[in-house]
């Protein structure tokens, strides 16, 4: 069965989604994703969209969701490298993702875990 | 059956002289278009006129027998659009074929009239609906042209400045509708990636008026932009829009929001980690430039 792999880098995971995710992926992702985090004690989860084209609204949900029980298994997610067409139907979803964090590479992704790393888990957008 | 298709066949040289002659001494604009180009569009209309009524339909000018007087109509209007010509005028061009036609029709129907009663009739019900056609194509070129400008204002009007390594600039001017909030959020999105800027400053200072819709349009784009991984700042807030926002009851949720540009400018530098000082001796002419802020 097709899986989307999940990488580990110290102590955060690396997710790079380069397939066009459907329901079933996501889900199966969402499971993968909340085992490895418990398994590692993953401190910060980086999801790269970047070669995402489309999104429907249950995708957008899977992310808000991810990154919420990410949150609650206390680690920090960000997701970077969202399309400006993604985001343009994500907003006319009416899926703002609150509380997910962004931005718009890997690297930047990487500096904003680091800090929210350093400074302890809360919102610091950069 | 009705007498038109077999006069207009034997008479058209007749009818087309009297038709020239009719519109050069009234409606023709030598300004605009040429006598030759003038003559040659009467005559290919009502040669294209026999044609279709020789099919004997001469009410329903939405059939196919027509097709190809409705394409020569439209393409005449069309033209006629661009080149300036008021609606009457292009309307005319066709309804000015009543007197000249009539005048042909009471002369081989001379003595009968109830049946020259119901032959004019016709005639003027082809001619109307011909003459409404030209009209209404002429306006719906019309609606084109208006369509294609505003099209090309909307491009215009919405530039994106970089002011600093990492930091936009949207200024936007005039009022934000759906449309033009779509073309500001592509616009935006696109450059966050191409400049890799984490701050994009949304100036508001010559938007009109903010509704509720346009506050939703604004939330829409700071969203968006979020969503990439820049932040928005909203400025140029006047007073009576702070007020307006306020009375609106619309929530700006976690949006920031600063009276001027230079405020704003302010904010950015410092969430991308650079600092403005003020010296005594200008070291260099950009910052010189800025330390008036």
Not at chain 1, 105 to 125: C, P
Request: proline share 3%; aromatic share 4%.
């Amino acid at each position: 069965m097709e899986r989307i792999p999940i990488l580990q880098m110290g102590e955060f995971l690396l997710v790079t989604i380069q397939v066009d995710m459907h329901d079933r992926l996501a889900l199966t992702l969402q499971d993968d994703l909340t085992a490895k985090i418990v398994a590692v004690s993953a401190r910060g989860v980086l999801i790269d969209i970047s070669s995402l084209e489309i999104v429907d609204s249950f995708i957008g949900r899977m992310l808000a969701n991810i990154a919420a029980m990410s949150r609650i298994l206390d680690a920090a997610t960000v997701v970077v490298g969202m399309k400006p067409a993604v985001a343009i139907t994500l907003v006319e979803l009416g899926l703002s993702l609150t509380g997910v964090r962004t931005a718009l590479n890997m690297e930047k992704g990487m500096e904003l875990l680091r800090a929210a790393r350093g400074t302890g888990i809360g919102y610091t957008a950069y | 059956m009705s007498k038109i298709p077999q006069l207009l066949r034997e008479n058209e040289q007749t009818i087309l002289a009297d038709w020239i002659k009719e519109m050069t001494s009234g409606t023709r604009r030598s300004d605009l278009i040429t006598e030759q180009e003038f003559k040659q569009q009467a005559s290919r209309f009502l040669q294209l006129l026999q044609e279709a009524v020789q099919s004997g339909e001469l009410t329903n000018i939405n059939a196919a027998a027509f097709g190809q007087i409705r394409d020569f109509l439209a393409n005449v209007s069309t033209s006629r659009a661009r080149q300036g010509f008021t609606p009457t005028e292009t309307a005319s061009f066709v309804f000015s074929l009543k007197h000249p036609f009539g005048s042909q029709l009471r002369k081989s129907i001379q003595g009968n009239a109830d049946e020259l009663y119901s032959e004019t009739e016709t005639l003027n019900n082809l001619i109307d609906r011909l003459g409404l056609f030209t009209a209404e194509t002429f306006i719906k070129s019309r609606e084109e042209i208006i369509v294609r400008q505003q099209r090309d204002m909307l491009e215009l009007s919405t530039p994106v400045v970089k002011l600093w390594e990492g930091i936009l600039a949207l200024p936007l001017i005039g009022t934000l509708d759906s449309a033009r909030t779509q073309v500001v959020m592509e616009t935006l999105l696109q450059r966050v990636v191409e400049t890799g800027s984490v701050v994009a400053i949304i100036d508001i200072t010559g938007v009109p008026t903010v509704d509720t819709l346009v506050a939703q349009h604004l939330i829409k784009t700071v969203t968006a932009a979020r969503l990439m991984g820049a932040d928005c700042i909203i400025s140029g807030i006047r007073p009576q829009i702070a007020q307006t926002i306020v009375h609106l009851g619309v929530r700006l949720g976690d949006i920031t929001t600063k009276a001027t540009l230079a405020d704003a400018f302010l904010v950015a530098l410092e969430r991308t980690g650079t600092s403005i000082k003020k010296g005594m001796a200008a070291p260099a002419p950009v910052f010189a430039h800025n330390s008036t802020l």
